[in-house]
């Protein structure tokens, strides 16, 4: 097949959390995001969305940031030739350093409308079998412990398969413990956003007596080697999120020791080829993998549902429903939760359509570009 992008549309959104999420790093009110539509020579549209942030906590990369790629390189490189499969795409834009965000969110889109002219769901061109998925959710810092005690409450009644909640020096053995004590059985995990160091470690073997299905991410950002040291002192597997950027990454920190599980967000390994390559290498290694969350709208959400359809995505991951987060997505139908499980949509491509009136309604400023005219 092959894909010839007309033009393309990057969109500026800003939207309101419902509630304020709050990490060891930040509180987020609002997301701002970068919608990319590729519109080929029919018509036909493919949908992605950034998923870096407004400010660089989380990563470097920014919505400015991956704007800046994306206008002066990477639509370019996607709009100077025919693309004949996503994958190609990713090659092409591998001669550009990092920015994986801003990568994958054009490359999600590239994915979408080959999904849509294959007519086939994205789930199923990505070799996904799964018709159902699992699901947690993320909980952030609460103002007490008993907010917090009431928060889980409610996604436990709702049916979430996991609860993880977030924690920080400070904040962590005496809420854990406060949480197993409401929940002796409630599948719980931890998120630290790299809070701690090796000089925590007697904090981080305190925690072993939870019976955690993981800590994800406890030591810095860029680290492999002291998760390597530290995960044999713990019970509780140890989880990364910002260390595993790629696949090398992934292999590294399995050669090492430094994680027995693997948080995947397609943005963060710069979109959803790696995402199916870390996935095969995980499967080969027999280690778990779990699709992370990145405070979504609609279609960064579709993009999640349909990875994680591949069969090694045991574990559930944080792709709450849109109702957790917005007043009003992005996207009709909305992603709906019910008992634990999302329902993959079986329309092509993301599956969702994208409601035009909103986002336009959330859409601070657009660019067009077109392909340039020769001969
Ligand atoms: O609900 C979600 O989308 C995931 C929430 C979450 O845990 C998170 C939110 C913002 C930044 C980082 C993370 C994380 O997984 O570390
Ligand atoms: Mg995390």
Redesign the pocket.
Known sequence: MTINIEYVILRHLQMKLKAP?T?SFGTFQTKELILVEVVDRDGVSGWGESVAFAAPW?SEETVKTNWHMLEDFLVPLALAEPIHHPEELAKRFSAIRQNNMAKAALEGAVWDLYAKRLGVPLSQALGGTKKDIEVGV?IGIQPTVADLLQVIERYVAQGYRRI?VKIKPGWDVDVLRNVRRAFPNVPLMA?A?SAYTLADVDRLKAIDEFGLLMIEQPLAADDLLDHARLQPLLQTPICL?ESIRSYDDARKALDLGSCRIINIKIGRVGGLGEAKRIHDLCRERGAPVWC?????AGVGRAHNIAITTLENFTLPG?T?ASSHYWDRDIITPEVEVQDGLIRVPDAPGIGYDVDRRQVERYTQFAKVFHRTMTA
């Open positions: 999420f990490t989380y993320s993880k998120d956003n999120d992370g969350g990145m405070l979504e944080d709450a």
